[in-house]
């Protein structure tokens, strides 16, 4: 059964890439990275070694313990895009819970990422390892480590499942995983504005607190050696156990419990002038309801909503952490956030079309010219804009406080919004040429239906790649000194919006049947 459940996994992947030289480029470049992230993390935990034996005792620790949660949160960022997470999509086959528990675990241990993982892992037994018997103890507290970490997510992500099935659960989760990354980056900060203290103390701190997880208890368990490290290794098996069997009873609850995202269905409220109160501020015909549609997404769809909250908390971790201990910066620390905040807000435009899915149909029934999917294309930008040209004037203006002088703000504000316009010309290229499918609203993060996710971070790399070329005749001026450049960055942005739809819209009229097939992929 556990072969069978690993099969099945391979045959998934096997599937989706039948056919489609894009999912096959993703899926290779994805291996690509997954070996790079493989030799890195070996790599690096085997520097460790060099390190006093204290000193990297616990910085093993930290790794091993950071290990951990990654793969608590990343799986739950991936829920709904990965079929092995889900114990629902399970629970009419004749199996039994233990059935289940196994062939979920074996799956999860299936594939690149997972391997690399475990690879990664393998440099601590360098870094620790005193000898023969030390390597006879490592080797057995990696995979230790390991399995702890699958258990752990499994864990997680089967007593939430049915939350995350939820609209409100998927609201939540993204709200909680980006808090999450903005406390990630609060060393880094506290650090920028000159905390105080000895960070070999503060690490000892962290290895101290660290000592009696599980993650410490195998690390330590490598560099004891001897009965000692077999006492500590027991301790961790005995926790992979506890939680092998907690997950096991929440994988029972989670098959009999009804499914909340299939209850209390919401009404649909309307207006009894068919209008909303902003529409009536739109332009008429095929823009203006484009706009109207696209601005809904906005309000209420939760993977649209992360990507502008993203966008803000990406802007705030960067201006505070281009501000030293001294105070101001200079210019380039106002126009750096706002920029960067301008181009993943852009990378929305890279795949313009995923987000209406099935639905797309409808747009490409009324599409009959180039010059319609160019209407089209100029209703989701000017959507975008209406959200992101207030929100980059108040980031530049935050940018600028923190830099030391809130003039700034009038030279990083049209910068960022030239930066925008090119993000969006691009785009909008982007979008008719290597267009993917969204997951069908399980998730609330931007991501891939399975399968294409290579291919996703390859489109959205090569924007952003593209528009900081295009960007560089707009902002590297500004940057040398010649801040009245900034007056020609929004007629700039807008000619390569417009460039990029006009060229967009002459590719995508001519592929739409392949866009729409492209988009509307079983996810």
């Not at 890195?40 to 000193?55: K, M, T, W, Y």
């Not at 409100?168 to 980056?185: E, M, T």
């Not at 290794?233 to 609850?253: D, H, K, N, T």
């Not at 399980?442 to 959205?460: E, L, V, Y």
Request: aromatic share 8%.
């Amino acid at each position: 059964m556990t072969w069978l459940f690993v099969r099945l996994k391979l045959s998934l992947v096997r599937g989706g890439l039948r056919g489609s030289v894009g999912k096959q480029a993703g899926f290779a470049f994805s291996l690509a990275a997954a070996f790079l992230a493989a030799v890195a993390g070996f790599g690096l935990l085997s520097l460790i070694r060099l390190a006093p034996s204290d000193v990297g005792l616990d910085l093993v620790s930290a790794a091993f313990a950071m290990f951990a949660v990654g793969w608590v949160v990343v799986p739950l960022m991936a829920f709904g895009l990965d079929e092995t997470l889900d114990p629902a999509r399970l629970a009419l086959f004749p199996l039994t819970t233990r059935q289940l528990a196994t062939g979920m675990f074996a799956a999860s241990a299936a594939g690149p990422w997972p391997i690399a993982s475990l690879a990664a892992l393998c440099g601590g037994v360098v870094a620790l390892a005193h000898g023969p018997g030390g390597v006879l103890i490592g080797v057995p507290a990696v995979v230790l480590q390991f399995a702890f970490c699958l258990t752990a997510s499994r864990l997680v992500t089967t007593a939430l499942s049915g939350v995350l099935r939820t609209r409100r659960g998927r609201d939540l989760l993204a709200v909680v995983a980006i808090f999450g990354v903005l406390l990630v980056q609060v060393p880094n900060l506290l650090l920028n504005r000159g905390l105080s203290g000895d960070p070999t103390r503060i690490l000892a701190s962290v290895g101290d607190v660290l000592r009696w997880t599980p993650p410490g208890l195998a690390a330590h368990a490598i560099a004891d050696g001897g009965l000692i490290g077999v006492a500590e290794l027991i301790v961790v098996a005995m926790s992979v156990v506890v939680m092998g069997w907690l997950w096991i009873a929440a994988l029972r609850y989670a098959l009999v419990r009804p499914d909340s995202s299939t209850r209390g269905g919401g009404s649909v409220r309307r207006s009894r002038t068919g209008r909303s109160r902003a529409g009536r501020f739109l332009p008429g015909g095929t823009l203006g309801a484009v706009v109207a549609k696209e601005l809904k997404y906005a309000r209420r769809e939760p993977r649209a909503r992360v990507n502008w909250i993203s966008a803000v908390f990406v802007s705030a971790v960067v201006m505070f952490s281009l501000r030293g201990p001294g105070g101001s910066t200079g210019l380039w620390a106002a126009i750096g956030p706002a920029c960067l905040a301008a181009v993943v807000m852009g990378l929305q435009a890279a795949n313009s079309f995923g987000i209406d899915g099935r639905s797309l149909w409808m747009n490409a029934v009324a599409v009959t010219t180039p010059r319609d999917l160019r209407t089209d294309l100029a209703g989701r930008h000017l959507a975008m804009a209406v959200v992101a040209v207030p929100l980059l004037g108040l980031a530049s203006l935050a940018a600028a406080l923190v830099a030391g002088d809130a003039a700034w703000a009038v030279v990083a504000a049209p910068t960022a919004w030239g930066v925008l316009g090119a993000a969006m010309g691009i785009g909008a290229i982007t979008s008719v040429t290597a267009p993917y499918t969204y997951p069908d609203r399980m998730n609330a993060f931007t991501g891939a239906a399975p399968g294409q996710g290579g291919q996703a971070f390859a489109a959205s790399f090569a924007t952003m790649l593209v528009t900081g070329a295009l960007a560089l005749p707009i902002v590297l001026p500004v940057l040398l000194g010649l801040t009245w450049w900034a007056v020609l960055a929004v007629p700039y942005g807008l000619a390569v919006a417009w460039a990029g739809r006009r060229i967009a819209a002459g590719v995508g009229f001519a592929r739409l049947p392949e866009l729409l097939a492209a988009v509307s992929r079983p996810s």
